[in-house]
């Protein structure tokens, strides 16, 4: 198994980063990382709308270059623990993403299992707030046969819950992950969860029949009594 998981930490610390993202009210996104002096120091750059302030960032930031409606900025910091992509890396190797907004982090790495998630979330979840799995996706998965279920009807949030819920083995025996498990990876509670997996079953289970019989397949509601 390979998963692609979005780690989210919405109380990162002070990450320049975040607190970029939160003073200037705006969505930071392809955050760069490289260690360049050979001494271990780390040096980040990011891009701002040039006209957004960027008060309340505790490292010194460069302003590197402004181009059209942008502004590059440049921080240098040591390796420490209070770190949150340093301490994913640390477990799940390289981050392949990092983003911002509102203040919450959301670093993307690959994972060979759940286990490593797991431990990545505990490890998280020792020195900061607000630490949950807003997405994982199984990079090994087969869609080859997927064709009949391409109008399935699911909305974004009921396809995340039912593939989040599968990929963490919900519906395995026995089960890989319990209903608050998969719950608390994606940042909901148990009702919500069981609401939105009971909707997408549902319509899952619609466009499987109407594959299987060539028409659409609805529920017929039960009589009063």
Same mark, same amino acid.
């Given at each position: 198994m390979a998963l692609a998981v979005e780690f989210a930490v919405g109380s990162p610390g002070s990450c320049p980063v975040a607190q970029a993202s939160e003073g200037a009210?705006? #969505? *930071?996104? &392809? +955050?760069?990382?490289?260690s360049l002096r050979g001494d271990g120091a780390v040096t980040e750059e990011f891009r701002l709308p040039a006209d957004a302030p960027?008060?309340?960032? $505790?490292?010194?930031?460069?302003? +590197?270059a402004t181009s059209g409606t942008e502004t590059l900025y440049r921080f240098?910091?040591?390796? *420490?623990?209070? @770190? *949150? @992509?340093? %301490? =994913?890396?640390? =477990? %799940? &190797?390289?981050?392949s993403g990092v983003r911002a907004e509102d203040g919450t982090l959301v670093v993307t790495a690959h994972v060979p299992d759940l286990e490593t998630v797991r431990t990545v979330v505990g490890r998280l979840r020792e020195s900061f707030? &607000?630490?949950?799995?807003? #997405?994982?996706?199984?990079? $090994? %998965?087969?869609?080859?046969d997927a064709d009949p279920l391409d109008d399935d009807g699911l909305t974004d949030r009921q396809r995340e819950v039912v593939q989040t819920a599968y990929d963490m083995g919900y519906f395995e025996y026995p089960k890989g992950a319990n209903a608050g498990e998969v719950a608390d990876a994606l940042d909901i509670s148990r009702s919500t969860f069981a609401e939105h997996l009971a909707a997408a079953t549902g319509k899952l289970f619609g466009a499987v029949l109407a594959a299987d019989y060539g028409e659409a397949v609805t529920r017929t509601p039960p009589a009063p009594r």
């Amino acid at each position: 198994m390979a998963l692609a998981v979005e780690f989210a930490v919405g109380s990162p610390g002070s990450c320049p980063v975040a607190q970029a993202s939160e003073g200037a009210d705006e #969505r *930071v996104d &392809g +955050v760069s990382r490289a260690s360049l002096r050979g001494d271990g120091a780390v040096t980040e750059e990011f891009r701002l709308p040039a006209d957004a302030p960027v008060d309340g960032v $505790e490292s010194d930031l460069d302003p +590197v270059a402004t181009s059209g409606t942008e502004t590059l900025y440049r921080f240098e910091r040591d390796p *420490v623990d209070d @770190c *949150v @992509c340093e %301490a =994913i890396e640390r =477990i %799940a &190797g390289p981050a392949s993403g990092v983003r911002a907004e509102d203040g919450t982090l959301v670093v993307t790495a690959h994972v060979p299992d759940l286990e490593t998630v797991r431990t990545v979330v505990g490890r998280l979840r020792e020195s900061f707030d &607000g630490v949950s799995v807003r #997405r994982l996706t199984n990079l $090994e %998965a087969d869609d080859r046969d997927a064709d009949p279920l391409d109008d399935d009807g699911l909305t974004d949030r009921q396809r995340e819950v039912v593939q989040t819920a599968y990929d963490m083995g919900y519906f395995e025996y026995p089960k890989g992950a319990n209903a608050g498990e998969v719950a608390d990876a994606l940042d909901i509670s148990r009702s919500t969860f069981a609401e939105h997996l009971a909707a997408a079953t549902g319509k899952l289970f619609g466009a499987v029949l109407a594959a299987d019989y060539g028409e659409a397949v609805t529920r017929t509601p039960p009589a009063p009594r």
